[in-house]
């Protein structure tokens, strides 16, 4: 009985190790706050915490409810990977939460 039990655990910690192999190394964050400025490629937002936030937009960010460029002031969601690229930025309606529909 203590080798089937032995067997059990060892089987059970190898497959949540290959699992945790395939998952990504971070997951995204959730930023939210108003744009305060643009810094070359990056976004700088103060976030509702009041703490300044620096996000790395490029070509693959995908941006929704702006028609040409985020300016200071607008209040967003963003989508923010480990290393600070923004992997979406949403426009939002102030005190709704909810977002303006747009384009690019």
Sequence with gaps: MPILLALFLVFAVVTQTEALEGS????AAV?????MYWEGDELVVKEISG???RLRVTADTKIV???SRLKTGDKIAAQVGGDGH??????QIPDSGAT???VR
Excluded: W
């Excluded at 990504?24 to 997951?27: G, R």
């Excluded at 923004?86 to 426009?91: G, K, P, R, Y």
């Design 24 to 27: 990504p190394a971070t997951e």
């Design 31 to 35: 930023v939210k706050g108003d744009v």
């Design 51 to 53: 703490r300044e936030a």
């Design 65 to 67: 409810g702006v028609v």
């Design 86 to 91: 923004a992997l979406s930025i949403t426009l």
């Design 100 to 102: 303006v529909p747009g």
